[in-house]
């Protein structure tokens, strides 16, 4: 059984997501775990220096939550039946990246699946911050839909690598499992400007071929190319329905999404995105 945990501020973006992660999943057996983190307010001031039962805003906040939570589950149940999938719901004061972390460990979930959406009226802004975070400070495998992104089978994947991570077949398990659902191909994208692969990145990608022996991949090396341009560039020549990438430390991932804005080449985040961390 997979756990797959859905953060939610009970937005149409976040039920996009949501939905998302239940059709991926429909033939799955699972256990969701909804979750709504709350910080009143009055938090940022007057809470923090007294008791926050004696303003009351705690347990207001926290009763507004599960209210929503409800609601959100009987729209799921209702819209997106499915005997396979039981769901359970946590309203939590805490920070969002504090509690996904903590969730992660305590109930071994397999993957976070939450919407991204940049900020209002600054199209150049990846994502949105709260993704950003996450992504950042996760050891889990986490699943970014974009807004308003309509459910297409993950039939066609591109992974963009350097070749710098030895991989592992815990790397390549969350991929693994996705593909296994839908018979899907792997288009492995490797972009550089002219430099051949070193012994190291030779050894690495030969380990990932035996991890993916059984199923559909390619290699495609394209030179003279960020991987922002090889990844748009990909794009426009074929449809893909999922965005694979490895996080580790010191590589052109951090690079590319840790930044406020995107190069000129208009590099914009249209598909799923998922991201597995190396240190899993």
């Not at 390549?172 to 996705?178: A, E, M, S």
């Not at 191909?185 to 051949?196: S, V």
């Not at 070193?198 to 050894?203: C, I, L, M, P």
């Amino acid at each position: 059984m997979k756990n797959i945990l859905l953060p939610t501020d009970f937005s149409e973006n976040s039920w996009n997501a949501i939905a998302y992660a239940i059709r991926l999943f429909e033939h799955t057996d699972c256990k969701f775990h909804l979750l709504h983190t709350y910080t009143p307010e009055i938090y940022h001031l007057e809470y923090v220096l007294g008791e926050p039962a004696q303003f009351g805003m705690q347990n207001y906040a926290r009763d507004n939550a599960i209210t929503n939570l409800d609601t959100l589950k009987h729209r799921i149940l209702k819209e997106l039946p499915s005997s396979r999938h039981s769901f359970e719901e946590v309203a939590s004061f805490n920070t969002l990246v504090t509690e996904i972390r903590d969730l992660v460990e305590d109930r071994q979930i397999d993957y976070v699946i939450m919407g991204t959406k940049g900020a209002s009226g600054v199209k150049e802004l990846l994502f949105g911050s709260n993704t950003v975070h996450t992504i950042k400070h996760m050891n889990c495998p986490l699943l970014a839909i974009p807004d308003n992104y309509s459910f297409e089978k993950p039939e066609a994947i591109l992974f963009p690598t350097d070749y710098k991570i030895n991989f592992k077949a815990k790397h390549l398990k969350p991929l693994i499992d996705i593909v296994s659902l839908y018979n899907s191909k792997i288009n492995i994208l490797h972009a550089t400007y002219g430099y051949d692969l070193s012994e190291s990145q030779k050894k690495n990608k030969s380990r990932l071929n035996k991890h993916l022996k059984d199923i559909a991949h390619l290699h495609y090396h394209v030179s003279n190319q960020t991987v922002e341009e090889g990844i748009s560039k990909f794009q426009l020549k074929t449809h893909i329905n999922l965005l694979v990438m490895m996080k580790n430390r010191h590589s052109f991932f951090e690079k590319l999404f840790f930044k406020s804005t995107i190069n000129h080449i208009g590099f914009h985040l249209n598909v799923p995105f998922l991201v597995i961390p190396e240190a899993m």
